[in-house]
């Protein structure tokens, strides 16, 4: 059963981390993996992609430098560490995964890639 699960998220003050995790069934092992986040009136937008391996990942770039994305393909789990939070990353995060066929950023970011989504968790960040 294809089945995206977040968990980990919450509120914290600005500055602060939290960690959010997604457990996928073992049939997203081909898959690449990726964080999105919606906050109330915007766009879903693209937050960090993990390739296949692990090996490599893409950042927006509000998040570049203060959240890590990872894979563990053993226990089919994503991770988002995100530190330094600013009251802007207040959203709903989703986990998702997409068949891509190579690495190509200019499409790993792009919510309409996405085929698979979990049910999302809420982050809340205040100042």
């Known amino acids: 059963q294809e089945q995206l699960v977040e968990s980990g998220g919450g509120s914290v003050q600005a500055g602060g981390s939290l960690k959010l995790s997604c457990a996928a069934s073992q049939f997203f092992a081909a898959y690449c993996m990726a964080w999105f986040r919606q906050a109330p009136g915007k766009e879903r937008e693209g937050v960090a992609v993990?390739?296949?391996?692990?090996?490599?990942?893409l950042y927006v770039d509000s998040a570049k430098g203060r959240f890590t994305a990872s894979r563990d393909n053993a226990k089919n789990t994503l991770a988002l560490q995100m530190n330094n939070l600013k009251p802007d990353d207040s959203a709903i995060y989703y986990c998702?995964?997409?068949?891509?066929?190579?690495?190509?950023?200019?499409?790993?970011?792009?919510?309409?890639?996405?085929?698979?989504w979990g049910q999302g968790t809420q982050v809340t960040v205040s100042s």
């Open positions: 998702a995964a997409y068949l891509c066929l190579g690495w190509r950023t200019s499409t790993l970011l792009n919510p309409a890639n996405y085929n698979y």
């Open positions: 993990v390739d296949i391996l692990g090996r490599r990942t």
